[in-house]
Nanobody, 118 residues
Framework: QVQLVESGGGLVQAGGSLRLSCEAS????????TGWYRQAPGKERELVAEITRGGSTNYADSVKGRFTISKDSTPNTVTVDLQMDSLKPEDTGVYYCAVTIFGGQKYWGQGAQVTVSS
């Protein structure tokens, strides 16, 4: 199994920045992609950004050029950060870290609230 602990988030004015961090522990050697998802009120959860085991990244069109996902690995942990710049009110939502392991099983973090005021 993989355990995920998220940190960061909070309240920021439009144009500001926030950083989210997700630390994975446990069977981290089984992880092949880690992603950040968000869910706005009344909307479905959507992928924001993801990074593969090899370091390839993928971003939602709405955050390209503003958000940066990065990864740091040790033998026992994998930390994936999401740097969010030039935030907009429409970026508001609960942000979830998720890892997919070989075999397809997905693990989710507890979620972090991000609120961007106009």
């Amino acid at each position: 199994q993989v355990q995920l602990v998220e940190s960061g988030g909070g309240l920021v004015q439009a144009g500001g920045s926030l950083r989210l961090s997700c630390e994975a522990s446990g069977r981290v050697f089984t992880i092949y992609v880690t992603g950040w998802y968000r869910q706005a009120p009344g909307k479905e959860r959507e992928l924001v950004a993801e990074i593969t085991r090899g370091g390839s990244t993928n971003y939602a069109d709405s955050v390209k050029g503003r958000f940066t996902i990065s990864k740091d690995s040790t033998p026992n942990t994998v930390t994936v950060d999401l740097q969010m710049d030039s935030l907009k009110p429409e970026d508001t939502g609960v942000y979830y870290c998720a890892v997919t392991i070989f075999g397809g099983q997905k693990y989710w973090g507890q979620g972090a609230q991000v609120t961007v005021s106009s």
